[in-house]
């Protein structure tokens, strides 16, 4: 097996998430910028753009759980997720996050953090 080929499972899965993630922030919160348009359209539109986000999610965790945890895999996912959302929110939705939203979702990356080590 070649160095490339059994880094994989450790690298692929956290750069899958990511790009998961954009898909699925955009599913989730981008239709608030645009409130006028109906509802069941941004559902719609949210469903399409999932459909991405689960090709590449699944194999993210399917590769993964090779080398990591179930909840290892969810807990990258989470703070994945938060990070994203932070980035997402500021330059797409214009609310930059505040001080105390900073401090909580860092609070929670710290715990996220735990589920890595071995007791």
């Known amino acids: 097996m070649?160095?490339?080929?059994?880094?994989?499972?450790?690298?692929?899965?956290?750069l899958l998430l990511l790009a998961s993630n954009l898909f699925m922030t955009f599913a989730w919160y981008g239709h608030l910028a645009y409130k006028s348009t109906a509802l069941w359209m941004v559902v719609l539109a949210s469903w399409g753009i999932a459909f991405f986000e689960y090709w590449l999610a699944v194999p993210a965790n399917r590769i993964g759980h090779e080398v990591y945890s179930a909840a290892q895999l969810k807990t990258m996912q989470e703070v994945i997720t938060l990070t994203v959302f932070a980035g997402f929110s500021a330059l797409w939705l214009k609310e930059p996050m505040s001080p105390s939203?900073?401090?909580?979702?860092?609070?929670?990356?710290?715990?996220?953090?735990?589920?890595f080590f071995k007791p």
């Open 101 to 115: 939203q900073l401090l909580g979702f860092a609070l929670i990356a710290c715990g996220a953090g735990l589920v």
């Open 2 to 14: 070649s160095s490339s080929s059994s880094l994989a499972p450790w690298v692929l899965p956290p």
